[in-house]
């Protein structure tokens, strides 16, 4: 398995993230520690954010210290048009590099309501600032509007699991446009790992659901993680994987995941029956 298919996302570099996550915020040392055998794995690229508490500046010290080759892609705020460049000069310096190879609008509605926005990645890109511009969704109406309005992008983040496989139809359509499509949210947050009793109120519904991928990961022989990730790895269409990590021994269990492909392959047709449509439970800003 070529690891570089993964993107190690950075959003517990800087602060409190995920349903699974009890420790809070990860140590600057052991981010470091994450970071150097990440990329000595052969993962080359990472998924920050402007909102991402102190992340980007944690992204850059590592790149300072280390001084690795590093793709580094970072989304824009909600802003006024007229602060778009000095938001991305901040993100730059903190995170170290000249350029950026992929930015983001990060809320589709800023976008909608402030489509200038979008005339400013252009011109960083023009200027070499910035390699792929483009959107992280959550919506396939979001996407619509996108390729109805013959909006042109080149790069794109979108949720996709074994549970939210909403985009999935439209990854041949981005594929034939050559824009270059990411993935988040494998894991959902944590959800599919968290013990099938413990689950309430509208997550009930996907009880047996969680039960049932428990019970092919032990046919398999296979960590559940394995299973999940590799769904989306071996989807074709899928360029890259975000994943985040919580400690260490999190990211060297993902690294040896992405090593059971052959074991999953053969029953990608069975785990796509696990879709579910209900965006109370497959997209986390839902969640009470």
Known sequence: MNMNKLVL??????????????????????????????????????????????????IGDFIKSSGLDIKVISKLPVCDPEDVVNIFSISSNRLSVDSLYGYYIHSFQHYR????????????????????????LYYPSELDYLLDNDIT????????????????????????????????????????????????????????????LNLI?????????????NFAVLNNYVDRVVVGVDNIENLNELLTSVEHVDKVKPIISELL????????????????
Do not use: C, H
């Open 153 to 212: 992008f080149d790069i794109i983040q979108v949720p996709y699991s074994v549970f939210d496989q909403r985009f999935g139809g439209y990854f041949p359509t981005l594929k034939a446009k050559s824009i270059e499509v990411y993935v988040r949210s494998v894991f959902l947050q944590g959800l599919l790992f968290k013990d099938p009793s413990d689950l309430s109120g509208n997550f009930r519904k996907v009880k047996a659901r969680i039960q049932k």
């Open 273 to 288: 029956a696990f879709r579910e449509d209900d965006e109370n439970i497959i997209l986390p800003v839902n969640w009470r």
């Open 113 to 136: 309501e402030n489509p200038e926005v979008w005339d400013v990645l252009a011109r960083l890109k023009s200027e070499g600032k910035i390699k792929k511009i483009g959107f992280s």
């Open 217 to 229: 990961s032990k046919e398999l022989d296979l960590p559940l993680a394995s299973l999940v990730l």
């Open 9 to 58: 996302g950075t959003a517990q570099f800087g602060m409190d993230y995920g349903i699974n996550n009890k420790r809070g915020k990860i140590p600057r040392e052991e981010v470091f520690e994450i970071l150097k055998t990440a990329f000595e794995a052969g993962i080359d690229s990472l998924d920050t954010a402007y909102a991402y508490g102190d992340s980007e500046i944690v």
